[in-house]
């Protein structure tokens, strides 16, 4: 089932930035980490980012750091993940995922999932 709603995605050049947004529900959803995944064709879903329930701690996958920024705003039941300097490689379906613990790099860890936002970078 959906459980959280994602939003953002778009078709830019190289270079350009995106936001994706994921909104969540409040109360209990506001206490869990949240993260960011994509797939792209042919591949298995890549962890990106994760944010712990505060927003102190956030976590990335190697090719992502300098770039991508994972942020929440709970007051707001909103998580986000801010895409700058875009490469074509960064081209995949953006999931956004919830875990009623710590956040980790791994999918299997995550409990709540949104429905993907298309993320297509050309060169």
């Known amino acids: 089932q959906v459980q959280l709603v994602d939003s953002g995605g778009g078709l830019v050049q190289a270079g350009d930035s995106l936001r994706l947004s994921c909104a969540y529900p409040?109360?209990?959803?506001?206490?869990?980490?949240m993260g960011w995944f994509r797939q792209a064709p042919g591949k298995e879903r890549e962890f990106v980012a994760a944010i712990n329930w505060s927003g102190a701690d956030t976590i990335y996958t190697d090719s992502v750091k300098g770039r991508f920024t994972i942020s929440r705003a709970n007051a707001k039941n909103m998580a986000y993940l801010q895409m700058n300097s875009l490469k074509p490689e960064d081209t995949a379906v953006y999931y956004c995922a919830a875990r009623p613990a710590p956040p980790t790099g791994f999918s299997a860890d995550y409990v709540y999932w949104g429905q993907g936002t298309q993320v297509t970078v050309s060169s």
């Open positions: 409040g109360r209990t959803f506001k206490n869990q980490s």
